[in-house]
C-alpha cells in the first residue's frame, strides 16, 4: 500500500478482553515497530521485527502482550486479559531496513479498556 | 539507557514569527540519529527533519532547521515563517544502532500553537 495502514481505528473493549491490532507496513519495508503512546506522552517502544522474527522484545511490558508477523509483512500485536492500564494509542512503523532508514508511521488504533 | 528530554509543555508563535523548541539527551554512544517529528490530531507521525550524529553542519529542510551542539547534547527546531499548519505535537527523537535494533527513544513532546 501506499502507507502504513493500522486497523481499527478505534477499539473500545472491557477489563479481562482480549484484543488484536493489526499493522499493515508499506510493501518492501523488512522493518517493523509498534510502539505505545499514553495520553501526554511521547510513543514508546514495545517490540522490532526484522523480517519474521522479533529481533528486539524488550518494551513489551509484561506476557500479557505479544507480537507476531508470521510472512514477514502484516504484524499483529495481541493483548490478553486486558487491563484498564493497557488503554493508549498503539502506533505501527516501517522501515525500509532496520538501520539507517527512515521510519514510516501509521496513524494507530486506539484503545480504550472500560 | 538513552533518555530524551523536552522542557518545553506548550509554545505558542504567531503566524508568520519564527520559534524554537528545545530537546536536551542523554547517550553515551557516539553514533547516532536525531529526528524531530510532527504529529497532527490524525496521529500520524511525520518526519520533519534528521540529524545524523556525525555530521558536523546543521541540517535544513526548507523553513525547518535544527542547531545540533554534540558536546552539550541539544537538539532545537528552529521553524522560520511559522503557518498555521504547524501547529502540531512535535517530538524529538534520539536512534542507535546495536546491530540488531534501531528502535527510537521519544520526548514527552511539544504542543505548538499557531495564532493569527
Known amino acids: 500500500g501506499a502507507g502504513v495502514s493500522q486497523t481499527p481505528s478505534n477499539k473500545v473493549t472491557e477489563k479481562g478482553k482480549y484484543v488484536e491490532l493489526r499493522c499493515d507496513p508499506i510493501s518492501g519495508h523488512t522493518a517493523l515497530y509498534w510502539y505505545r503512546q499514553s495520553l501526554g506522552q511521547g510513543p514508546e517502544f514495545l517490540i522490532y521485527f526484522q523480517g519474521t522474527g522479533a529481533a528486539d522484545d524488550s518494551g513489551l511490558p509484561n506476557d500479557r502482550f505479544f507480537a507476531v508477523r508470521p510472512e514477514g509483512s502484516v504484524s499483529t500485536l495481541k493483548i490478553q486479559r486486558t487491563e484498564r492500564g493497557d488503554s493508549a494509542v498503539y502506533l505501527c512503523a516501517s522501515s525500509l531496513t532496520g538501520y539507517t532508514g527512515e521510519l514510516f508511521f501509521g496513524e494507530g488504533s486506539r484503545l480504550t479498556v472500560l | 539507557a538513552q533518555t530524551v528530554t523536552q522542557s518545553q509543555p506548550e509554545m505558542s508563535v504567531q503566524e508568520a514569527e519564527t520559534v524554537t523548541l528545545s530537546c536536551t539527551y542523554d547517550?553515551?554512544?557516539?553514533?547516532?540519529?536525531l529526528f524531530w517529528y510532527k504529529q497532527p490530531p490524525s496521529r500520524q507521525m511525520i518526519l520533519v527533519i534528521r540529524?545524523?550524529?556525525?555530521?558536523?553542519q546543521n541540517a535544513t529542510e526548507n523553513r525547518f532547521s535544527v542547531n545540533f551542539q554534540k558536546a552539550a547534547k541539544s537538539f532545537s527546531l528552529k521553524i522560520s515563517d511559522s503557518q498555521l499548519g504547524d501547529a502540531a505535537m512535535y517530538f524529538c527523537a534520539f536512534q542507535f544502532f546495536t546491530g540488531t535494533a534501531s528502535k527510537l527513544t521519544f520526548g514527552t513532546g511539544t504542543r505548538l500553537q499557531v495564532t493569527l
Open positions: 547517550t553515551s554512544e557516539s553514533d547516532y540519529y
Open positions: 540529524q545524523e550524529a556525525y555530521k558536523q
